[in-house]
């Protein structure tokens, strides 16, 4: 008996395409490059290769590393965070090299634009702050009361 994939795949799907409008944080541009996209490929057989590059050339962004990690692996990438006192450190643990991939976070009720790589970086906070997961399919491990 052949063996088919739950629908698992769908969701994480779905849920990529929302993570990639939330990269390009522009709704206007958002569908106005999926209609194009649509427009350009219309009837015609895609390669992974071609709908990345459309995405690069519409968005003007690279997003191979984040293609990568959302389509060959099975793990999310992982936002790792630790926090002290006021302070968070956060860095992208995943199964590409050198990961990259904005997220968004409220900090003190200001959303902000971090920028995280596979190295460590710091942001503070004065009484609070959220990671918007609900924009970023990706998950998210922290670790409090730590020294650096």
Partial sequence: MAHWPNSDIYFKGAL??????????DDEKWWAGVK?????????????VDVLNFFNDYF??????????????NHLPVLETREKENTVEYWWKSDVAEFDMPIDVIIDGQTLRLYPTVNKQKF?????????????????NLTSNVDY
Avoid: G
């Fill in 16 to 25: 990529f395409i929302n993570t990639l409008r939330h990269i390009v944080q």
């Fill in 36 to 48: 194009s996209f649509t427009l350009t490929f219309k009837k015609q057989i895609l390669t992974t």
């Fill in 60 to 73: 003007d962004y690279d997003f191979e590393k984040t293609f990568d990690q959302y389509l060959y692996f």
């Fill in 124 to 140: 503070h906070f004065k009484s609070h702050y959220k990671i918007e997961t609900n924009k970023f399919y990706i998950k998210v």
